[in-house]
């Protein structure tokens, strides 16, 4: 079975300072991917990222970056410049590609950025 | 990015009765997804939908839920008998099928079940 844990509960950050999110997951498969989505005040589900485990570099879109860490399987997210619309939860996700094609997801880091 | 409708963005409903929620895909999209996210916790997978069929289900999707995208149109969940604990919001999420299948959410709909 899959499992994807996200330890930190909620962050809060300064405008335009860099932050971190960990996130960290279990998989027996050989192959995933794995996915960074942020859910904004409204409920909004945005998809923001995706890293490939057969890949080393680490996946960057825009101001997201990942830390993709394999051998500890771990997977953390990199917000430079934060915004104010940072403000958000974001989710880490995993699918496995034993899965059809199901996301299994954390519980979320809730991310307040405050001028 | 690429959207999903989702409709209604809210639904009331009495126990026992019959909910159709009802989400258009993206248009070129082939998989489709149900998630359950009660308040304040993760996104929970229901079922996915491919080619006419259900190709994977959780433990979430009870007897009492059914999926269907008669041709081409909405992709519906539907739930009969509703049940207090089906209180939710529910998301749908399509894919394209190519790449990392990431996934394409709604707005989501939120079902409460007096």
């Known amino acids: 079975a899959q499992k994807v844990t996200q330890t930190q509960t909620s962050i809060s950050v300064m405008e335009k300072t860099t932050v971190t999110m960990d996130c960290v997951y279990e998989?027996?498969?050989?192959?995933?991917?794995l996915f960074w989505y942020k859910q904004t005040a409204s409920g909004e589900i945005v998809f923001l990222i995706r890293?490939?485990?057969?890949?080393?570099e680490n996946a960057t879109e825009g101001h997201y970056s990942l830390n993709f860490q394999k051998p500890k399987s771990s997977i953390g997210l990199i917000i430079t410049a934060t915004q104010i619309e940072d403000s958000a939860v974001y989710f880490c996700?995993?699918?496995?590609?034993?899965?059809?094609?199901?996301?299994?997801f954390g519980q979320g880091t809730s991310l307040s950025v405050v001028p | 990015g690429p959207k999903v409708l989702q409709i209604p963005s809210h639904q009331i409903i009495d126990m026992g009765q019959m909910v159709t929620l009802n989400c258009d895909p993206v248009?070129?999209?082939?998989?489709f997804y149900w998630y359950k996210q009660i308040l304040g916790q993760q996104m929970e997978f229901l079922v996915n939908?491919?080619?006419?069929?259900?190709?994977?289900k959780s433990k979430l999707f009870k007897d009492q839920f059914s999926v269907e995208r008669p041709d081409g149109s909405y992709f519906t969940l539907k739930i009969q008998p509703t049940a207090l604990e089906d209180s939710a919001v529910y998301f749908c999420?399509?894919?394209?099928?190519?790449?990392?299948?990431?996934?394409?959410f709604g707005p989501g709909t939120r079902l409460t079940v007096l």
């Open positions: 890293q490939d485990s057969y890949k080393k």
């Open positions: 939908f491919y080619n006419g069929k259900v190709m994977e």
């Open positions: 248009s070129n999209h082939l998989y």
């Open positions: 999420a399509s894919s394209s099928g190519t790449g990392g299948y990431e996934q394409y």
């Open positions: 996700a995993m699918r496995a590609s034993s899965s059809f094609s199901k996301l299994v």
């Open positions: 998989t027996r498969d050989s192959s995933y991917f």
